[in-house]
């Protein structure tokens, strides 16, 4: 049987909705929680999110996916419907819309919960965004990174000038084919807070509670050089590194879903042991 899910819309203090799927809600009172966040191009309903979610309430957890409202997906739509938006998604936004969910989760907007026991799922870019959060968060118990980036500056010299003198930079989706465009509000979000805010080496090293690295060895995406710089920063006690060999950056999952592989499957069993440690 699969887990119920239930969906609910959050105004952030910008006013901006956020579209959340909570899998395991027929136990959200008493289970604890994750929150699942999704990468740059990524969204709630990709590929894999819906079976992790299902994955982790058949686990005895709760596990709330969400949309940052600017990733350019609307509701639960699986195509880059609002090129505006997502021309104007910020690191900084990111962090603090992941920050209003976490709150609304304490301050029972998804309904109210006896348990309080939270983790994080980031993958990818939103791996970068988990870990710069739960270092300013300490209700969160522990974090796991997928396929995590270490640096929120991932351009060229060459890019970022093409981008000041155009005023956007253009970035395909190699899936739609769509062309979509960054606004220089992006990069100068990144260029003003790389030291302070977006400084992924320092949110590791301050985070210090218990951490779980997974990457695939063939991420051609972000490679697996940056999951070695993450385990590098952490504190080695509390952080378990695991490198997937032979996989990709999605651990060979496709959108739209066409099921498992023994790949994902040990992502998900590593993950799920890490979880029962250092939250149950």
Do not use: C
Request: glycine residues 8%; proline residues 2%; without cysteine.
């Amino acid at each position: 049987m699969s887990a119920m899910h239930k969906d609910f819309n959050l105004f952030t203090t910008l006013n901006n909705k956020i579209s959340v799927t909570i899998y395991g809600y027929e136990n959200f009172e008493k289970n604890p929680t994750l929150i699942y966040v999704h990468g740059f191009k990524g969204f709630k309903d990709w590929g894999f999110v819906p079976y992790t979610g299902e994955y982790f309430a058949g686990k005895g957890y709760s596990v709330i996916t969400f949309n940052f409202s600017h990733n350019g997906v609307n509701g639960t739509s699986d195509e880059f419907t609002d090129p505006e938006k997502f021309a104007d998604n910020t690191y900084s936004l990111e962090t603090d819309e992941l920050s209003e969910v976490i709150d609304a989760y304490f301050f029972g907007f998804f309904g109210e919960t006896t348990n309080n026991r939270l983790g994080l799922i980031g993958h990818s870019r939103g791996g970068g965004i988990a870990i710069l959060t739960a270092k300013k968060r300490k209700e969160i118990t522990a974090v796991a990174l997928w396929s995590s980036i270490a640096k929120v500056d991932r351009y060229t010299q060459h890019q970022k000038e093409q981008w000041k003198n155009k005023g956007y930079l253009e970035v395909v989706n190699s899936r739609t084919n769509q062309v979509m465009k960054l606004n220089l509000s992006v990069l100068e979000d990144i260029e003003k807070n790389l030291e302070k805010k977006l400084n992924i080496e320092n949110a590791v090293q301050k985070y210090n509670r218990p951490l779980l690295i997974i990457h695939g060895e063939q991420d051609l995406t972000v490679p697996v050089s940056e999951g070695h710089l993450l385990h590098e920063w952490s504190n080695k006690k509390k952080t378990h590194f695991r490198v997937i060999p032979a996989s990709g950056h999605t651990f060979d999952i496709v959108h739209p879903f066409a099921g498992s592989n023994v790949k994902f499957d040990i992502v998900l069993a590593e993950t799920e042991e890490f979880f029962n440690n250092n939250l149950s």
